[in-house]
Nanobody, 128 residues
């Protein structure tokens, strides 16, 4: 069965960096039609999508709150999606989740998606 396994979370001081990894195991279907995303959920707040990667053309999209500071990328050889987080702020503190799903209408479908079929278990990021 499909599995997404996140790693790389931890505690960091404001201004620091972290790189999250999401190993994508046993994805099925056309791998060039996948939307890969990172979401986060802070305590008492709703889960928000912050970074999206469409495998069809490698295009990306970011929430305004992280634009210019976070970068989503994918290493096909390792079946892994990354989230490089720089200039971290205390308000970035949250549980971070990776998500994946097949999309049929290209990057536009990917970047507007909020419901995903596959989710990881989450990794905590704390910025102080």
């Amino acid at each position: 069965h499909v599995q997404l396994v996140e790693s790389g979370g931890g505690s960091v001081q404001a201004g620091g960096s972290l790189r999250l990894s999401c190993a994508t195991l046993r994805l099925i279907g056309n791998l060039n039609r996948y939307c890969m995303a990172w979401f986060r959920q802070a305590l008492g707040k709703e889960r928000e999508g912050i970074a999206y990667f469409y495998t069809g053309d490698g295009s990306t999209s970011y929430a305004d709150s992280v634009k210019g500071r976070f970068t989503i990328s994918r290493d096909n050889t390792k079946n892994t999606v990354y989230l490089q987080m720089n200039s971290l702020k205390p308000e970035d503190t949250a549980m971070f989740y990776c998500a994946a799903d097949l999309v049929w209408a290209g990057s536009r479908d990917c970047f507007s998606r909020r419901d995903f079929k596959y989710w990881g278990q989450g990794t905590q990021v704390t910025v102080s």
